[in-house]
T-cell receptor, first 110, second 110 residues
């Protein structure tokens, strides 16, 4: 069966520090992968998606970047975090008309 | 980015009441999905709809894919405290382009 792993679950980082969030999918090949951000009590904002290795599409210009070094690995990064980067980050993959999410990372920039 | 029109934004109901929420769009979708998100967790798939007019149930939940392929509704019968959370609709515009509603927050009055 397919599973998605996202870590860490929570993260507190100072302003100006780098960020690296990792997501891996098991049990499938060539998945479409997504990074979303969610403000408290709000909807899902698509940040990046990838339809293959090395292929990244950005939906919103921002302080973040994404990479897909392997078929089932999707990484969200920042060189210097801003206070406004705080939020709940979700990784997802889609297959056969369905989307599945990781458990999310609660990022607090202080 | 593009977003589905989901309503209501929030609902305050008594335990035991039935709940109804819906999503509409100006675009035609081939797939409609309904998710529930608990606090601090990733959204979990409740029901997937693939054909216009399709009516699908999952326990006390029932969802329908509108005939025009531009709308869908989700009903919850006899609500219980664990139904509290945020419900999202989503639809695929293409095999990777997944569009989301803003969510319906369900709150049960004590």
């Amino acid at each position: 069966s397919q599973t998605i792993h996202q870590w860490p679950a929570t993260l507190v980082q100072p302003v100006g520090s780098p960020l690296s969030l990792e997501c891996t999918v098991e049990g499938t090949s060539n998945p479409n992968l997504y990074w979303y951000r969610q403000a408290a009590g709000r909807g899902l904002q698509l940040l990046f998606y990838s339809v293959g290795i090395g292929q990244i599409s950005s939906e919103v210009p921002q302080n973040l970047s994404a990479s897909r070094p392997q078929d089932r690995q999707f990484i969200l990064s920042s060189k210097k975090l801003l206070l406004s980067d705080s939020g709940f980050y979700l990784c997802a993959w889609t297959s056969q008309g369905k989307a599945f999410f990781g458990q999310g990372t609660r990022l607090t920039v202080v | 980015g593009q977003q589905l029109n989901q309503s209501p934004q929030s609902m305050f109901i008594q335990e035991g009441e039935d709940v109804s929420m819906n999503c509409t769009s100006s675009s035609i979708f081939n797939t409609w999905l309904w998710y529930k998100q608990d606090p601090g967790e990733g959204p979990v798939l409740l029901i997937a709809l693939y054909k216009a007019g399709e009516l699908t149930s999952n326990g006390r939940l029932t969802a329908q894919f509108g005939i025009t392929r531009k709308d869908s509704f989700l009903n919850i019968s006899a609500s219980i405290p664990s139904d509290v959370g945020i419900y999202f609709c989503a639809g695929f515009l293409s095999n990777y382009q997944l569009i989301w509603g803003a969510g319906t927050k369900l709150i049960i009055k004590p």
